[in-house]
């Protein structure tokens, strides 16, 4: 058989019959470009003539002899047909043509005859455009070889073309990685075409082409929806859709995302959704703590209130009861429930000097603030437990401290710290284990303390960092509120991990100075 210039892949009729052409006529190619060159391989008198006949025609040719230089010229970029004869010493040539074809895949490589007809469909099985008889007319070989030329041509167009097609979808494949929002495309029907990075880790989509039924194990609840899937309908329906759903997938438990799909119509009339998905945890999250920090803050300044109304009454009746004491004689009945009252005036003038400090440190300015060392704010709040508190039965460690520097005001950090530490020790009466280490994580100072005390019960843990909110006989419950409004003041986090008889961990998160 013959493979003929035209349809790649098409056979046509015995090599003894050409294909139709138009004697003399040169095929149409365009714009007018230069030849590549032809090498013609062999020293057979038809491999002689065949070279002749193209180079009176005009085009470029080049010679070899034998396999080993026709390999030494693959590497030319400017080469453009290879014409082979059907034994050429050095190699069998369903061999080379394999060799050739891998060397260089785009050159267009002709059989020179005659040859079997059962070995012409294994030469073009192998890599070969097609096989030229040993006596097709002069001109029917030079229209032969330019049409392979301008076939060539195409094909490296296309070769170009598709390059940058490839470079062009891994370029927006590589924005799409960096969005912060999962991005999916699918067909009407549902099967996903694309997904972007971040949409298969929200949805814990594998790496590769996704199976047809992908969106349907997705749990997607809200607004009557069960799974992913059913979306495309109320897109299809509407041209759009959008909302606040929760998203959950292989049992995990779920969490928010903003949800918003449209469809996209291709020139050929074809429909494809487009699907956007964005977590709302971490915004969710800020959005708590925003709020959460305004309630204290509120609860705060009525604390304030509370505290200069309490002042002046309480300082009256401090005053009375020490008049008392002197002018009542002591077998007087009323000496009796002095002390009580004395005790309870003093009492509640702690819970005022709490409310103060509470209020003094939560308002240092940030003009105040400046870069501080982590290890000598934590070393202060360590020298001032020591202090007030007798430590002899707890074993206090202290891990890894980095040397790191942050932004603050120091004795509002101090403070801060010193509270979670009284906190830890206080939590353990009967001694135990008190651990403080620090360390870097992802750009930000983590400061962790851990106590092996009687831990804090699930149903107390939403209500630490409130006003007044203590299990303790003494003070106003305002320690921990203290230590949540400096971190917030700071732009830190503060997270408790707790669990009862097993301990307490608090763990403090910083940013580093200069960020």
């Not at 470009?33 to 065949?50: I, L, N």
């Not at 590589?174 to 991005?183: C, K, N, S, V, Y």
């Not at 305002?478 to 949540?484: A, N, Q, S």
């Amino acid at each position: 058989m013959v493979k003929t210039p035209g349809v790649e892949g098409e056979l046509s009729r015995p090599a003894a019959v050409p294909p139709p052409y138009q004697a003399g006529k040169r095929p149409e190619t365009g714009a007018r470009e230069t030849h590549r060159p032809v090498m013609v391989a062999g020293s057979t008198q038809a491999a002689r003539q065949c070279a002749a006949t193209l180079t009176a025609a005009g085009v470029p040719v080049r010679r070899a002899r034998n396999w080993t230089q026709i390999l030494g010229h693959l590497e030319d970029e400017d080469l453009g047909i290879l014409i082979l004869p059907a034994r050429l010493k050095g190699m069998g040539l369903l061999e080379g043509l394999r060799l050739v074809r891998k060397m260089n895949p785009i050159l267009a490589l002709l059989v020179l005859g005659p040859l079997p007809l059962e070995s012409q469909g294994e030469v073009l099985r192998v890599g070969a455009e097609g096989v030229l008889p040993e006596d097709l007319p002069a001109p029917m070989l030079v229209d032969w070889v330019r049409s392979y030329e301008q076939r060539q041509r195409i094909r490296r167009e296309n070769e170009r073309l598709r390059t940058r097609i490839l470079e062009s979808e891994a370029y927006l494949a590589r924005i799409l990685d960096h969005l912060d929002e999962g991005i999916i495309t699918t067909d009407c029907t549902g099967r996903v075409l694309a997904a972007n990075q971040v949409a298969r880790q929200l949805c814990r989509l594998p790496t590769g082409p996704l199976p047809a039924q992908t969106l349907e194990g997705i749990t997607f609840t809200g607004d009557g929806l069960h799974n992913l899937a059913q979306t495309l309908e109320r897109i299809l329906e509407a041209g759009s859709y959008e909302g606040r759903f929760l998203l959950s997938t292989k049992g995990e438990p779920p969490f928010p995302v903003y949800f918003r799909g449209s469809i996209h119509r291709l020139e050929g009339g074809e429909l494809e959704t487009i699907l956007v998905l964005r977590d709302l945890t971490a915004q969710e999250e800020l959005e708590m703590r925003v709020e959460e920090s305004e309630r204290l803050a509120a609860l705060g300044q009525i604390a304030a209130g509370m505290a200069h109304e309490i002042r002046n009454p309480l300082m009256s009746v401090g005053g009375l009861v020490r008049r008392l004491e002197r002018h009542l004689s002591p077998d007087n009945p009323g000496q009796a429930y002095l002390p009580s009252i004395r005790e309870n005036v003093r009492r509640m003038e702690g819970m005022v000097r709490e409310i103060d400090e509470y209020l003094q440190y939560v308002r240092a300015a940030n003009d105040q603030f400046r870069e501080l060392h982590l290890e000598n704010v934590l070393n202060a709040a360590l020298a001032r437990l020591q202090s007030d508190l007798n430590l002899s039965s707890l074993l206090l460690e202290t891990g890894f401290i980095a040397k790191l520097q942050i932004r603050g005001e120091g004795s509002s950090l101090t403070e801060m710290f010193f509270q979670i530490l009284l906190n830890a020790a206080e939590a353990m009466p009967e001694g135990g284990i008190l651990r403080l280490q620090a360390f870097q994580e992802e750009g930000k100072a983590v400061i962790q303390v851990e106590d092996s005390g009687r831990g804090i019960p699930a149903e107390q843990l939403a209500n630490i960092y409130n006003p007044f909110f203590t299990t303790k006989m003494t003070g106003a419950g305002m320690g921990l509120t203290k230590v949540y409004m400096i971190a917030q003041q700071h732009r830190g986090q503060i997270d408790v991990e707790s669990r009862p008889q097993r301990g307490t961990i608090f763990t403090v998160r910083l940013p580093l100075a200069g960020q």
